[in-house]
Every structure is written in C-alpha cells, then in structure tokens.
C-alpha cells in the first residue's frame, strides 16, 4: 500500500534477491519514460522503494497517483 509522506506517495517492494529488484526498477523505468514522470528508487538487495511527488507542484498531484496505479496494476 502507498502512503503519503511529506508530499511524496512512498512504497516498499519486496523481492527474493537482487537481480529479481533490479528488474523491477528496470520495468518501473520504461513506465517512467511511457509517462514521462520520473521517480525517485533506492534499490538494494531485495527490496526496492519508490517515491512518487510532482516537483513542480511541491506536493502529491493525481499524476502521481495515476502513475503509482499503473506500478501496481502493470508490475
């Protein structure tokens, strides 16, 4: 589940090992592009997070909402 966080949509993946993460982030990448919305990833060893904000607007917008929809509906 997302949550909001100091105007940032923020959440945590869980994976088995790190190269099954890496491709995460790579997939989360090409949504990125697609949208031309680009989130802030740490990526470690298992596990990845993602925060979502519009900095132009200082705060979460729908576009973050939207995107962070389409992680978790196409990821």
Known sequence: MWKE???TL???FKF?????????VNK????AE????????ELSWGK?????TTHSEGRVTE????YAN???NRI
Do not use: M
Request: proline share 5%.
């Open 5 to 7: 966080e100091n105007n």
């Open 10 to 12: 923020i959440k945590e």
């Open 16 to 24: 088995p090992d790190f190269i099954s993460a890496l491709a995460f």
């Open 28 to 31: 989360v990448g090409e949504l």
């Open 34 to 41: 697609e949208a031309n919305h680009h989130p802030d990833i």
């Open 48 to 52: 990845v997070i993602i925060k979502l």
């Open 63 to 66: 576009r973050d909402k939207k």
């Open 70 to 72: 389409k992680i978790d």
